[in-house]
């Protein structure tokens, strides 16, 4: 396994820079070499491709002669949208900006095997981590403003359709229910591209250059697949949460 790693050059560069601020503060680092580690340095190239595409995008908006880019983007938006109505209904869209973005960075951390250089953001547990929990405190949250404390609280004892003499069963069931979504969203994330990734790497080890790009192409579906499919789950979770008693009548 250890033979399969590479050093990234971008890594290098941060982490000389990190090591070069540490030394100007006089703080004492054990690995310079280690301080910022890879997984953290993707999701920044993460952020600011997300930044630059949205700066770029926003440079260029037009009512009147829209650019391929932003058409793409507009119908992408629509497409989340069109979820958003789906599974929650005329009060889903107020979600969009958050799911959006999960989605976001999900997908172009997916595919960043495909640039030169760079390895997938979510191959890491501690990423995919990351973005469940933000996931699933968002949906909570939501709950919390949108039925109240109070009542949020009650449907884990007493869900829609079950009988109030079950809360004693249903509430660990449903406490259960809902950590366990938590390593649901990032194992499931990490273990394809992680997959996907070590796969790419063994080929590449054994037949370099023509024997890995099938593998690299279905990486990008499996990629853009799994991004979806936690934006689903994510919308979904967030339907639940912010269902009130009149929307389950």
Do not use: C
Not at 9 to 19: D, E, G, M, S
Not at 102 to 130: D, K, Q
Not at 171 to 193: C, K, Q, T
Request: glycine share 8%; charged share 10%.
């Amino acid at each position: 396994m250890e033979k399969l790693e590479h050093i990234l050059l971008i890594v290098v560069f941060v982490n000389k820079i990190a090591a070069a601020i540490a030394a100007a503060l006089g703080i004492a680092v054990k690995n310079p070499a280690a301080i910022v580690p890879d997984y953290l340095v993707m999701s920044g190239v993460v952020v600011l491709m997300i930044l630059a595409l949205g700066l770029f995008i926003r440079s260029r908006l037009s009512v009147d002669k829209p650019g391929k880019t932003q058409i793409v983007i507009e119908d992408l938006i629509g497409y989340l949208q069109g979820m958003l109505d789906e599974d929650i209904g005329h009060k889903g869209r107020r979600y969009l900006p958050v799911v959006a973005t999960i989605g976001a960075f999900i997908w172009i951390g997916n595919l960043m095997s495909t640039i030169p250089g760079l390895i997938p953001a979510t191959m890491n547990i501690n990423v995919t981590l990351a973005l469940a929990l933000v996931a699933w405190l968002y949906y909570h949250f939501q709950g919390f403003k949108e039925q109240g404390v109070v009542a949020y609280l009650k449907h884990f004892a007493v869900p829609p359709g079950i009988p109030a003499a079950l809360a004693p069963i249903m509430l660990p069931i449903e406490i259960i229910s809902h950590l366990s979504r938590v390593m649901s969203l990032s194992l499931r994330l990490f273990g394809n591209i992680f997959g996907e990734k070590l796969v790419v790497l063994i080929l590449a080890s054994i037949i370099p250059f023509v024997v890995p790009l099938p593998i690299m192409f279905l990486g990008v579906i499996i990629g853009t697949l799994q991004a979806l499919i936690f934006v689903k789950l994510t919308m979904i979770y967030l339907s639940a949460a912010v269902a009130t008693e009149h929307d389950h009548h």
